[in-house]
Nanobody, 116 residues
Framework: QVQLVESGGGLVQPGGSLRLSCAASGNIFSFRAMGWYRQAPGKEREWVAT???????NYVDSLKGRFTISRDNAKNTVYLQMNSLKPEDTAVYYC??????????WGQGTQVTVSS
């Protein structure tokens, strides 16, 4: 089992920044990838970004240049730096962990609200 705890969400004005964190614990000794997804009200959950065990990062095209995914191996934590935030970035952001056997685990989500 893998436990994921997200933090860092909140209310921010348009143009502002937030950094989300996802701390992983449990059976995390080998993983395929970690990533972030988001779900806006009334919409389906969508993929945002992924970082593989080898450090390769991938982003949804619409967010490239504004969002950056990174990780701290010593802290078993993945981050999502979000800059130049827009109201349409408002969503619940979920951390995802995929094991080497392609089993997926999810965090509880953290709310990000972009509003003036």
């Amino acid at each position: 089992q893998v436990q994921l705890v997200e933090s860092g969400g909140g209310l921010v004005q348009p143009g502002g920044s937030l950094r989300l964190s996802c701390a992983a614990s449990g059976n995390i000794f080998s993983f395929r990838a970690m990533g972030w997804y988001r779900q806006a009200p009334g919409k389906e959950r969508e993929w945002v970004a992924t970082i593989t065990s080898g450090g390769t990062t991938n982003y949804v095209d619409s967010l490239k240049g504004r969002f950056t995914i990174s990780r701290d191996n010593a802290k078993n934590t993945v981050y999502l730096q979000m800059n130049s935030l827009k109201p349409e970035d408002t969503a619940v952001y979920y951390c995802n962990f995929v094991t080497i056997m392609s089993v997926s685990f999810w965090g509880q989500g953290t709310q990000v609200t972009v509003s003036s």
